[in-house]
């Protein structure tokens, strides 16, 4: 802790002290052999005043500005990045946290807006191109195990309805048998992966031509197309990711900010701390030849 003192402030208002002083000075005239004692006195004196300390009274005062509490500091910062510090009389830190936090939700609207753009995009592609029919198909027609109890209807089920699901849960079981994944319920996240990931999930792809893929070569047939697919979905995780990371950074600011005004605030009290000490001393004036009191003022900043 630094501390400055001032002290100069002397008051140079002067109380006579009729009835304290009146035994050192008198009110008759000074004979000769006074004057010239008190002229020697004076003219030896370091300071041309002569004082004996009576009496000293220190008070201690604070600023205009009230000491603030840190613990409502951080919470306002919890809440708020920046406001903690604005309260602390911080500004620029305040400005920094504050602006920090806009560009963090600014940053994550507009990652998870791209993504959700994407998400409609690869859903859409899939929605358009893989089809649950031609799979089932393809599944009868290489003869893959189970795949004798699956029913082909002879319309196309819509996605989704009872009839899709019918013969999904036929589908299922072939593929419990023979592959490591079955396939999910339509709309599910899952279902958006299984279809564009393994390559059992190929010949149901309107880009897979049937009469090329079989049972004996589905593990390394994969047109192009379905590559795009996933390229596209994995944009839409990419910036999924992205907003989840601007969510940890939005917590961490608001953490950082919290601690950071508690501090700004402790920091704001012990600069704000003063000390105000008034002595009243009895000097001698050589101007007026007699004693007189004066109030010195000393001034302390801690910070």
Not at 177 to 194: A, C, M, R
Not at 237 to 258: C, E, K, R, T
Request: net charge negative.
């Amino acid at each position: 802790m630094r501390t400055i003192s001032y002290i100069s402030l002397v008051l140079f208002t002067t109380f006579t002290f009729t009835s304290s002083f009146a035994q050192e000075v008198s009110d008759k005239p000074l004979t000769n052999y006074e004057k010239s004692e008190l002229t020697e006195k004076v003219i030896n004196s370091d300071s041309q005043l002569e004082y004996n300390e009576q009496f000293k009274k220190v008070t201690r005062v604070e600023t205009g500005s009230s000491e603030k509490s840190p613990y409502l500091g951080a919470l306002m910062s919890a809440i708020v990045p920046g406001s903690g510090e604005f309260y602390a009389k911080s500004y620029i830190k305040s400005a920094i946290f504050f602006a920090a936090e806009v560009t963090l939700w600014s940053l994550y609207a507009m990652n998870r807006s791209n993504g959700d753009t994407k998400t409609n995009e690869y859903e859409a592609i899939a929605n358009d191109n893989w089809n649950l029919k031609k799979y089932a198909q393809w599944l009868k027609d290489n003869n893959f195990d189970g795949a004798s109890n699956i029913n082909i209807p002879s319309n196309d089920p819509v996605a989704g309805t009872s009839e899709w699901d019918a013969l999904r849960y036929q589908v299922n079981d072939c593929e419990r048998i023979n592959f490591s994944h079955t396939l999910p319920k339509f709309g599910d996240q899952q279902y958006y992966e299984v279809i564009g990931k393994y390559q059992s999930f190929v010949a149901g792809w309107s880009y897979s031509d049937v009469n090329v893929v079989n049972k004996n070569n589905y593990l390394s047939y994969r047109p192009g197309q379905i590559d795009s697919y996933m390229g596209v979905r994995q944009d839409a995780n990419n910036y999924y990711d992205n907003a989840s990371l601007m969510s940890n950074i939005v917590i961490a600011n608001h953490l950082l900010s919290a601690a950071d005004a508690a501090w700004s605030v402790t920091m704001f009290n012990k600069e704000i701390q003063m000390h105000t000490s008034v002595e009243l001393r009895s000097v001698y004036s050589s101007k007026e030849g007699r004693r007189i009191t004066v109030p010195f003022g000393n001034l302390t900043v801690d910070f």
